[in-house]
C-alpha cells in the first residue's frame, strides 16, 4: 500500500436547488447550482495502478420513510452506475453486497466480510430529510490493513430534491471521480441529438409533409431524455456551447436551413446569428471552446464554404473562400485551444479531413481514407480526431492522431457507424450506429468496447456531447 494525498473531505453542498425554468418549447428542469469547500486528507490506494476495489451498501437514517426510502435507492444505484462507468474504481457487485448486513456505524460495518469481497473501501451513507428535500452524507471508509475504519473521503450534500435523486447521484459521482481520482467526471453532462420517434409530418415550402426531426437532450445515459424543439420541421446537428445550456442547431423551420441559437433552459425565442436567407443554406454549426464564435458551413457566397461568426452575429468571416461550385467545405470543429479548425473538403476528389488556423490560414490535408465524414476535435489532454469513414454502407469511426498522424479504427465493422463527439474528458465517444436495426446513439471506450446504449425509440442522430458538467 502506497499513501497518496487528495482534496477534499468536507465537501458541503451550500447550493440549493434552482426552480425549474420552462423552456421555449418543452419544459425542462435545471440541474443544481453548487458550491464546494474542501481540505486535505490522507487516502491509502491500492499499488500497481489498479483501482481501489469499493463496495456500496444501503444507506441508513431512513426510518419508514417510503419516499426517501425510494430516493435513497435511487441514489445509490445511480451513483455505482455512474463510478463503474468510468472504470476509476472496481466495484463489488451490488448483490453481493445486498447479502451482507448494514451497518449502522462506522464500528458495526461488516470489515471481515467486505474483506472476502476483496474490497479496499465501503461507502458508508446516511440520508435524511431536510427542508429542502433531503441530505446524504457519504464517507468512504477503509476496510483492510492500515486504512481499516479509518474515513479517506466525506462529502455532505445538502441540496437535494425527491423528485430528481439521479441529479444528487451524479454530483456525488463526479466529486468522487475529482477528488480521489483526479478525473473531471462525466456524471452532470449531457448528450443533445436528432430524433424521429415523433413521426409528426413537417410543414413548410421545402419540407412539408416529410417526417420530422427534433432536437432532444439526456442525461449522459440516456435518461431524462426530452424534446427541446416542437416546430413540425427539420432541426438537425445540434452543438452545445461551452456553459452546458446554450444550443446551436440546424432548423429548416424558416424554409431554408439556418442556425438557431437558444438557452434550453430559458423561455426565449433563439436568435440567428448567421441571419440566413430563403437564398443560401446555413448548417452544421460548431461552437468555439470559449463560446464566443460559431463554425458553420454556408452557401451564401455562392458555394459551399466554412464560415465563422461571432456568437452575437457579429464579424462574419468567410474562411475557405471556395471559388469552385463543385467543392462543398463543410462540417468544421474547433481544436482544443480554439486556434484551428478542421473540416471536411472534397476538393481533390473524395471527401478528405483538411485543418487550417481559425484564421483561415495554413491549409494542410490530414487524411486519404475513402470517404470522410463528420470530424470532431477531442478535448485536452489527448490530439486526435475522430470521424467517420468508408463509402456507401458500413461505415466505421475512426481516430486520427494530429501528432504522429497515425489512424486508428475504434467501432468493430458491426452496422453503420458515424456521427462521433468526444465526452469532455475525451476517454469516450458518443456515436451512431445501425447495429440493432434503426439508427440509435450510443457510448464507446477508447478501448472500443461499448458501454450504454443511449437511446432506443425511433431513428437517432447527430449527437453532441456537452462539453461542461455543470451550468
Not at 450534500?157 to 423528485?163: E, G, P, R, S, V
Amino acid at each position: 500500500m502506497m499513501t497518496r494525498r487528495v482534496a477534499l473531505v468536507g465537501c458541503l453542498v451550500t447550493g440549493i436547488l434552482v426552480a425549474a425554468r420552462p423552456s421555449f418549447e418543452a419544459g425542462v428542469s435545471a440541474a443544481p447550482y453548487l458550491q464546494q469547500t474542501a481540505s486535505e486528507v490522507t487516502v491509502n490506494m491500492p499499488t500497481g495502478g489498479k483501482p481501489p476495489r469499493v463496495a456500496i451498501p444501503a444507506a441508513i437514517g431512513l426510518g419508514a420513510d417510503t419516499e426517501l426510502s425510494a430516493a435513497a435507492g435511487v441514489v445509490l444505484a445511480t451513483l455505482w452506475a455512474d463510478l463503474n462507468f468510468e472504470e476509476e474504481f472496481d466495484l463489488v457487485s451490488r448483490d453481493a453486497v445486498a447479502k451482507l448486513p448494514v451497518g449502522d456505524s462506522l464500528d458495526t460495518l461488516p470489515y471481515d466480510r467486505l474483506a472476502e469481497l476483496g474490497a479496499d473501501f465501503v461507502t458508508f451513507t446516511r440520508i435524511t430529510r431536510v427542508e429542502t428535500g433531503f441530505k446524504v452524507e457519504l464517507q468512504l471508509i477503509g476496510v483492510r490493513g492500515a486504512a481499516a475504519k479509518k474515513i479517506g473521503f466525506e462529502g455532505n450534500y445538502a441540496a437535494c430534491a425527491i423528485q430528481t435523486p439521479r441529479a444528487c447521484a451524479h454530483l456525488i459521482a463526479d466529486d468522487m471521480h475529482k477528488r480521489v481520482r483526479h478525473l473531471d467526471g462525466l456524471a452532470q453532462t449531457r448528450l443533445a441529438f436528432t430524433s424521429d420517434r415523433d413521426q409528426e409530418r413537417m410543414t413548410g415550402r421545402f419540407v412539408a409533409g416529410s417526417q420530422g426531426k427534433e432536437i432532444y437532450i439526456a442525461d449522459y445515459d440516456g435518461e431524462n431524455q426530452r424534446r427541446i424543439t416542437a416546430n413540425q420541421s427539420l432541426n438537425l446537428a445540434p452543438s452545445w456551447g461551452p456553459d452546458g445550456r446554450t444550443l446551436a442547431y440546424v432548423s429548416y423551420v424558416a424554409q431554408s436551413p439556418d442556425i438557431f441559437v437558444r438557452d434550453v433552459f430559458e423561455a426565449r425565442l433563439p436568435t440567428r446569428p448567421a441571419a440566413g436567407t430563403t437564398q443560401m443554406e446555413n448548417t452544421l454549426p460548431a461552437f468555439s471552446p470559449d463560446g464566443s464564435k460559431i463554425a458553420f458551413s454556408s452557401t451564401r457566397a455562392g458555394n459551399w464554404d466554412i464560415w465563422v461568426v461571432n456568437r452575437d452575429g457579429s464579424g462574419l468571416r468567410n474562411l475557405t473562400n471556395n471559388s469552385v461550385g463543385s467543392v462543398i467545405n463543410n462540417a468544421p470543429t474547433w481544436s482544443p485551444t480554439g486556434a484551428q479548425i478542421a473540416f471536411t473538403s472534397n476538393r481533390t476528389g473524395s471527401n478528405q479531413i483538411y485543418m487550417m488556423t481559425a484564421e483561415g490560414t495554413g491549409l494542410e490535408k490530414l487524411t486519404s481514407d475513402p470517404g470522410v465524414d463528420r470530424p470532431t476535435w477531442s478535448p485536452a489532454p489527448y490530439n486526435d480526431i475522430a470521424y467517420t469513414s468508408g463509402v456507401q454502407s458500413g461505415h466505421d469511426i475512426n481516430l486520427f492522431d494530429v501528432s504522429t498522424r497515425q489512424v486508428r479504427v475504434l467501432t468493430s465493422g458491426l452496422g453503420d457507424n458515424g456521427s462521433p463527439t468526444f465526452a469532455p474528458n475525451g476517454r469516450h465517444i458518443a456515436f451512431v450506429t445501425s447495429r440493432w436495426g434503426k439508427d440509435q446513439v450510443a457510448i464507446i471506450d477508447r478501448k472500443g468496447n461499448i458501454q450504454l446504449k443511449v437511446t432506443a425509440q425511433g431513428a437517432n442522430t447527430f449527437p453532441n456531447w456537452s462539453r461542461t458538467p455543470r451550468q
